[in-house]
Nanobody, 124 residues
Framework: QVQLVESGGGSVQAGGSLRLTCAASGRTSSMYPMGWFRQAPGKEREFVAAITRSGNFTDYADSVKGRFTISRDNTKNTESLQMNSLKPEDTAVYYC?????????????????WGQGTQVTVSS
């Protein structure tokens, strides 16, 4: 089992920045790919970003590319999502995810473990 706890959500005006962090515990979480999803009210959960175990490969949704940066610290079993130039359409609950295995994938069903989520609200 892997436990995930997100932090860093909050409210910010459009154009501002936030940094989300996910702390993983339990099984050797530093060996796994990690990622972020988000879900806005009335919408389906959508892929945001992912990073491989080594951190050498990252993937981003087109809607956040160039504004968000995913990173990880395997010595601390954490991952982060730096979000810049935030827009009102970025408002959502953001979830940290981990997969027991290799690679990365944009399908929500592919990921094994999910955090409880943290709210991000961007006002215009």
């Amino acid at each position: 089992q892997v436990q995930l706890v997100e932090s860093g959500g909050g409210s910010v005006q459009a154009g501002g920045s936030l940094r989300l962090t996910c702390a993983a515990s339990g099984r050797t979480s530093s060996m796994y790919p990690m990622g972020w999803f988000r879900q806005a009210p009335g919408k389906e959960r959508e892929f945001v970003a992912a990073i491989t175990r080594s951190g050498n490969f990252t993937d981003y949704a087109d809607s956040v590319k160039g504004r968000f940066t995913i990173s990880r610290d395997n010595t601390k079993n954490t991952e982060s999502l730096q979000m810049n130039s935030l827009k009102p359409e970025d408002t959502a609950v953001y979830y940290c995810v981990v997969r027991e295995g290799g690679g990365v994938n944009r399908a929500a069903s592919w990921w094994d473990y999910w955090g409880q989520g943290t709210q991000v609200t961007v006002s215009s």
